[in-house]
């Protein structure tokens, strides 16, 4: 009864590295979500994919990238890290494509960039 | 104006109270909303959907006012385990633009 799973849950990393985070759900959900989360703010959306082999710019897209590679997974890259970049980031899913359904998240992963 | 608002709060009320939290939105072409219960460190899970005046589930009750532009969530007989922080979620026209607010964060005492 897995969900949503995220990798790596912890990651700390210097400035101008670069790092791709993981992320699987076993729903056979057709949308796919990142997000961030930082302290006072809402989740701001990243980066979604309505469907297997869609991708689309969210709120806050710049500085990243993403890859749908299938149904179950949708990977997020950071090509060169800065400091602004420290959050925690989440994955989600839902059923259908649209934002009438709810989404479902995984555990998150906590990135500092030093 | 903020799309998506919360109080922040925090609410701190005793085991066994009532609470309400409301939420405020500026774009009224939505067809849905939710909330998420948020625990420290952890995820979002949903709690409730909102696809018309309002839903309930037990002790939670949500109530939509399209006219003013509000939902809000009630949560009767407060449990310790209610403490954590509530978000309300815009859900959009029938894209992908989903808006998160902030949170209320709610701690319950025994």
């Known amino acids: 009864n897995a969900g949503v799973t995220q990798t790596p849950k912890f990651q700390v990393l210097k400035t101008g590295q670069s790092m791709t985070l993981q992320c699987a759900q076993d729903?056979?959900?057709?949308?796919m979500y990142w997000y961030r989360q930082d302290p006072g703010m809402g989740l701001r959306l990243i980066y979604y994919?309505?469907?297997?082999?869609?991708?689309d710019k969210g709120e806050v897209p710049n500085g990243y990238n993403v890859s749908r590679l299938n149904k179950r997974e949708f990977s997020l890259r950071l090509e060169s890290a800065a400091p602004s970049q420290t959050s925690v980031y989440f994955c989600?899913?839902?059923?259908?494509?649209?934002?009438?359904?709810?989404?479902?998240f995984g555990d998150g992963t906590r990135l500092s960039i030093l | 104006r903020k799309e998506v608002e919360q109080d922040p709060g925090p609410f701190n009320v005793p085991e066994g109270a009532t609470v309400a939290f409301n939420c405020t939105y500026s774009?009224?072409?939505?067809?849905?909303f939710f909330w998420y219960r948020q625990d420290c460190r952890k995820e979002p899970k949903l709690l409730m959907s909102v696809y018309s005046s309002g839903n309930e589930d037990g002790r939670f009750t949500a109530q939509l006012n399209r006219a003013s532009q509000y939902i809000s969530l009630l949560i009767r007989d407060s449990k310790l385990s209610d403490s954590a922080t509530y978000l309300c979620v815009w859900g959009g026209t029938g894209g992908f633009k989903t808006i998160f607010g902030a949170g209320t964060r709610l701690f319950v005492k025994a």
């Open positions: 989600a899913s839902s059923e259908a494509g649209s934002t009438n359904q709810p989404q479902h």
């Open positions: 774009n009224s072409a939505s067809q849905s």
């Open positions: 994919s309505a469907s297997e082999g869609t991708t």
């Open positions: 729903m056979n959900h057709n949308s």
